[in-house]
């Protein structure tokens, strides 16, 4: 009997070590998944970012262009003043 009851034994707990294996491989296996989500979901953020960098950079340089367009039209209103009010003085 007691050689039955150390196989009975050695049984359950070889069960026990098998499904403590198994548990570790699933958690593996979505510990993976999960990391593949993550890379993925970074590899986007870098993607926006990158397209975000881009249209900040369009915009700043239309703002520029609207600032020196702004400054000619200015300039070119002041001489457009100065002009009337030569001739008005006249």
């Known amino acids: 009997?007691?050689?039955e009851k150390t196989v009975e034994q050695a049984?359950?707990?070889l069960k026990a070590a098998i499904g403590g294996l198994e548990n570790a491989v699933?958690?593996?296996?979505?510990?993976q998944r999960m990391?593949?989500?993550v890379?993925?979901?970074v590899k986007r953020v870098h993607a926006d970012r990158a397209r975000l960098a881009q249209e900040l950079?369009?915009?700043?340089?239309?703002a520029n262009r609207l600032e020196e367009v702004n400054r000619e039209?200015?300039?070119?209103l002041v001489t457009a003043m100065e002009t009337i009010r030569a001739v008005l003085d006249r």
């Open 35 to 37: 990391n593949s989500d």
């Open 26 to 31: 699933d958690m593996r296996i979505e510990r």
């Open 1 to 3: 009997m007691p050689a």
């Open 57 to 62: 950079d369009q915009s700043q340089f239309r």
């Open 73 to 76: 039209v200015s300039r070119r």
């Open 11 to 13: 049984i359950s707990e």
């Open 39 to 41: 890379e993925g979901e």
